[in-house]
Each structure stands twice: as C-alpha cells, then as structure tokens.
C-alpha cells in the first residue's frame, strides 16, 4: 500500500462533545475513560475517525466536489486516519447518479483532499457498472482502500488492510451483505459477508501483527434507526472472532450503538453526503475511536469512542453547495435539523 497513511501522522486536536453511548449499562469490561475536555493526542494515541456513505447522486454532479467535505475537514485531518465508505464508482462518463452510480474520477480525489486518508469499497454499489466499472474505480482510487481487490494477491494485502501509525498496527475488515448487480467475471472481487472469510481475514489481522481489528460491515436494513436480528448476530460473531470495535453503514440512517462485551458496536452511522432528504437521511455520525499503547508495558486499550452528529446540507440550506456540518453548529438556526436530531437521539439512545 502507499505510505501516504503511514507518514502522515496528524498533530491537531478538535475539540468536541462527547456523545454518551446508548446501553452503557450493557458494557461488561469498562474501557478507560475518556477525559471531558482534551481526548489524549499525543505519541502513544492513535485516532481514527470514520465517517459513512459519500455519494453522489445525479443533482451533486452538477456542484463543486471539492467542497462537500471542506467543513469537516479539521474533524477528519485532525485524526491520524479518517476513513470513509466510497458508496460509487468511477466507471467513466457518462456520469450517472441512482441507481447505478458512475462518478467523475476527480470525486475520490476530492475527498482524500479534504482528509480522508482509507475508503472502503465493499458496499452493494460497487458493481453498478459491471466489473470493468470495479476495476476501472479502483484503478483511479487515490489512496488505500479495503474490501476489494483485482486479483487474489491484493485481495488478500487489503482484507484486511493493516496501516501502521506511531508504531501500532490496525486492520481494517471491510465486507458488504451483497450487490445490486452481479459480476462477468471473477476479478474484481468485493469481499462479502460469509462467516468463514471474514474468520480467515480477522485471524490473518492478527498473525500480520494487528494491534486492534476494526470491523467494517455494510449490512442492515435501509432507512431503519434500529438494527435487527441479523446485525447483532453479525457483530456477537465478530466479537467473538476477536475484533475490537465494529462500525457498520449502508441504512442511509444513524442506527443505534452498544457495547457487546467490552467491543463498541456503531450498528450504523448514516450517510455523509448525498442528496437525500427522506426523513433523518441528512444525518449521520462521524465515529473517533482513540486506541492508546500504555508504556513501558505495551498494553493497548481502545478508549471510549466518540461521536459527533453530522448533516449533509443541501444546496440552499446552510450554502449553495452540498456541505457536511457538524450538526452542533448549526442545530439551533435549522428547525428540520433540530427535530431530526432529537427524533434519532430517542429512536437510537443515543445522547
Ligand atoms: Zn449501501
């Protein structure tokens, strides 16, 4: 993988509210607690903050990329890796929007310019254009990805993709439930949700020297701020299998957390950009897990994560452009937001 991610360690710290996890009292094995003002920054922390589904649907073609996440980009420059789940393709003109997406080239890049440093590809999207169209996407991607790969060598470099920082490891394993549309052929390869892969990829985490293994699944049911059955089977499995925190996307909404165990489970965190306006679709979360090396000793502990609520704004709400906001900012001045953001606290418990 390119060592852009493993020289660039960021220095800035943002400050934020932490937000309260939903059933807390469900936590077994409390994680060290994470002080009220300054989250810890310095050389034994590492930060990664996540952040869920960029889109890009018909009427976005028509505004300024580079601009989407500009707003957030102290929250995610200010981790030492930001990632995000790349809900499109780039598959060549023409440009499409819903159903199947085929977005310019330059839309990843503009991302990663706005600090995204890792975007996972194993969502139900990836194959909109056919395997050329999944080929030619990770082609042009410009920084490391996970959950795909073009041929079996680098399938298995990226599932799990490890990016070493400050001198730990974590693995990312990234999987989706399915895809819209199916392959022609073998390779390209999305990596999907069976039991026995994802076991292989998080055992293969740790024989590769993985300090923590954060699950990465694209999974549940759409516009819903609940999980259901098969989620929370999916993330027992995974605690099970070891990983230390799994952060899942794809409903187009926030779901609600817990912890299982000690393991914090984001069911899902809702879009980051698109141009969606149904009911609570504008919200999402941005996820900062902070894990710390304890030394002399070199215990690792994952502290307690943080969320921070995000809105995508349409054009000619907050600006005339698509633009992600930390809702805090903005809650008090945009009625809709207000009560979108209390409907989801009740609905998910989240605080
Ligand atoms: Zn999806």
Known sequence: MSNKTTRHIKAAVFAAAFLA??????????????????????????????IGDVMMHSRQLGYDSREFLGRIEPLLSGADIAVANAEFTMAGPPYTGYP???????????ICRNGVD?????????????????????????????????????FAERNP???????????FVNFTYGTNL??????????????????????????RGADFIIALPHWGVEYSLVHNRSQEEWAVFLKEQGVDAVIGAHPHVVQDTCFIGSIPVVYSMGNAISNMSAPNTQLGLAVVLRMV??????ARSLLRPELHFLWCSLPGEIGDNYLVVEAEDHVSDHPR????????KEKTGIE
């Open 21 to 50: 996890f939903s059933h807390l009292s469900d936590a077994q094995d409390v994680h060290i607690a994470v002080p009220d003002i300054t989250p810890p920054s310095g050389a034994d922390t590492v930060s990664v903050v996540f």
């Open 100 to 110: 199947r997406f085929s977005s310019p080239d330059d839309y990843a890049c503009d």
């Open 118 to 154: 890792v975007l996972m590809v194993a969502n139900n999207h990836i194959l909109d254009k056919g395997s050329a169209g999944f080929r030619r996407t990770l082609d042009k991607m410009p920084c490391p990805f996970t959950g795909a790969g073009r041929d079996a060598a680098e």
């Open 161 to 171: 993709l490890i990016v070493p920082c400050k001198g730990m490891r974590i693995a």
């Open 182 to 207: 199916g392959g022609e052929s073998l390779w390209p390869k999305v990596n999907r949700m069976d039991k026995d892969a994802i076991s292989a990829q998080i055992a293969r985490a740790r024989e």
């Open 293 to 298: 090396c304890h030394n002399p000793s070199g």
């Open 337 to 344: 937001m207000k009560q979108t953001l209390e409907r989801v």
